[in-house]
């Protein structure tokens, strides 16, 4: 620590990485500022994880009346109504109230909050504004923002930013895109009544995800009455009055109320004169660090999206960990990036983690594979054609459960439980050796017994 400067550390983006590191590092007796343009929280308080959640079970909540009947209730489902400005307002409020809790951990943690947009000019001096703060380490923690492609009519697009915003729902929607955000979005809309479109330029979306669950996730969107489009994109969106057409790369088009890019995300770093200091960018925009989030400036670090790893918020709260201990604490510590556990929160849900199988093939595993699927109970007096995959990669050699994979209800709720499994290095043995919780999903993993594959 140095009191050669105004703080020990600098922290630039209060988001969920940078409010967990300024945090941590004031706790270890650092003296901490954090600059914030925007809001406290960052992407996932304000316009990501929690609103989007939030926005998902208002999306289910029209599936549970369904099913109420089978149960015995009457509910007026023909005669239902839903307020869309009411379920954004109270999203607003809870917002609110989170980014005052954020206010206050860091304030209770002595933590000094700057408002304002931050450049980097020298190695030790942040500037806000007019005024410099100088400090001995500066961190970039400033995330990503949503990117959408270069194409006529780009300015008619909403991105998940807005959609947050929306002042009302239009009768029918073009969601772009096949990742996390598109499907997510996707499965809210149409949960709300929203007729939607989504258009992927790809094979099958969600690239990257076992093939089993990216197959199995389309049957089940597409029952829930989401139009699918694969192999297609958009070449131009134009306004008609109310409306837009959206021209497609078939040369179909479409008419909608609504287009949405879910088109990916890039490195928040405009305005840093990050390169002019000779931090280094690689060629997909992301600030180069090295493994201990040291740029090529030793006293400038960076992390969570802005550096390119996986765009998780437990991903940057684990580096903002490391990275306080490394910088504040005993020096030691290093990420550890393996099965890192994830979920999709379509409907029905994706919860994964390890390996797919096919990364595993290549990997050069030789491979058990164990698959079940079934009705989930629930829906057994409701009657709702929705059905469950569970998929168990498991290495035959040493029996060792390299990846599991889950679409269906709490998908993300049962794959955290085996994450700690597949995280311990637990083998097939073991989850056969552990008593099920009867009657319940979950159970399956721990009852499948012969392999498909
Ligand atoms: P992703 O990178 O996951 O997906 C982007 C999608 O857009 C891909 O399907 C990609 O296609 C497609 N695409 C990219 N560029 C173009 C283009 N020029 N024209 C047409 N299609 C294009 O990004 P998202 O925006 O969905 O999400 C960003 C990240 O945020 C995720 O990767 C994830 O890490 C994180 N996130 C996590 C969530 C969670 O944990 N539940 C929820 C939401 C986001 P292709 O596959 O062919 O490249």
Redesign the pocket.
């Known amino acids: 620590m140095s009191e050669s400067h105004d703080f020990d550390l600098i922290v630039i983006g209060a988001g969920s990485g940078g409010v967990r590191l300024a945090r941590m590092s004031a706790q270890r007796g650092a003296r901490v500022a954090v600059v914030e343009s925007r809001y406290l929280g960052g992407t996932c308080v304000n316009v990501?994880?929690v609103p989007?959640k939030l926005f998902v079970y208002g999306a289910h909540v029209r599936e549970e009346l369904e099913d109420a009947h089978g149960y015995g209730w009457s509910v007026p489902t023909d005669d239902v109504s839903f307020d869309w400005p009411t379920l954004v307002a109270n999203k607003n409020a809870e917002i609110e109230r989170l980014n005052g809790i954020y206010g206050r951990l860091l304030e209770n943690a002595g933590v000094t909050i700057i408002e304002g947009t931050a450049s980097i000019r020298d190695p030790h001096t942040v500037m806000v504004g007019e005024k410099a703060y100088s400090a001995a380490h500066i961190t970039v923690a400033t995330g990503?923002w949503?990117?959408v492609?270069d194409i006529p009519g780009k300015e008619l697009l909403l991105t998940?930013n807005e959609m947050f915003y929306l002042p009302q729902l239009p009768r029918h929607a073009v969601v772009?895109?096949?990742?996390?955000?598109?499907?997510?979005f996707a499965g809210i809309l149409a949960g709300l009544g929203v007729e939607t479109t989504l258009l992927?330029?790809?094979e099958l979306?969600?690239?990257?995800f076992d093939e089993d669950i990216r197959t199995f996730t389309e049957q089940e969107m597409r029952k829930k009455g989401v139009d699918l489009r694969f192999n297609v994109?958009?070449e131009s969106v134009e306004q008609l009055n109310a409306h837009y057409q959206v021209n497609l790369s078939d040369g179909s088009s479409l008419e909608t109320g609504l287009v949405m890019a879910?088109?990916?995300?890039r490195a928040l770093v405009d305005g840093l004169g990050l390169t002019d200091l000779g931090v280094e960018l690689n060629a997909s925009g992301h600030i180069e660090v090295n493994d201990h989030f040291q740029t090529a400036i030793p006293s400038i670090s960076a992390l969570g999206?802005v550096i390119g790893t996986?765009?998780?918020?437990p991903v940057a709260l684990a580096q903002a960990m490391v990275l306080s201990r490394r910088l504040f604490g005993d020096g030691q510590g290093d990420m550890d990036y393996s099965a890192i556990p994830?979920?999709?929160?379509c409907q029905p849900n994706i919860g994964t983690v390890g390996l797919t199988e096919k990364e595993a093939r290549e990997a050069g595993h030789s491979l058990r594979i164990y698959r079940s699927e079934f009705r989930p109970m629930k829906y057994t007096l409701s009657g709702r054609d929705e059905r469950c995959l569970m998929k168990l990669i498991v290495d035959d050699g040493s029996d060792k459960v390299l990846g599991a994979h889950m679409v269906g209800p709490d998908a993300?709720e049962i794959i955290q439980g085996l994450a700690v499994a597949i995280k311990a290095g637990a083998t097939k043995a073991q989850f056969d050796a552990t008593m099920g919780i009867h009657p319940t999903s979950a159970e399956e993993f721990v009852t499948m017994r012969e392999p498909v594959a």
């Open positions: 990501g994880c989007k990503s949503p990117v492609p998940s772009w895109g096949g990742g996390y955000i598109a499907v997510e992927y330029r790809g979306f969600l690239r990257g994109t958009i879910a088109t990916g995300r999206d996986p765009q998780l918020t994830t979920a999709v929160f993300g």
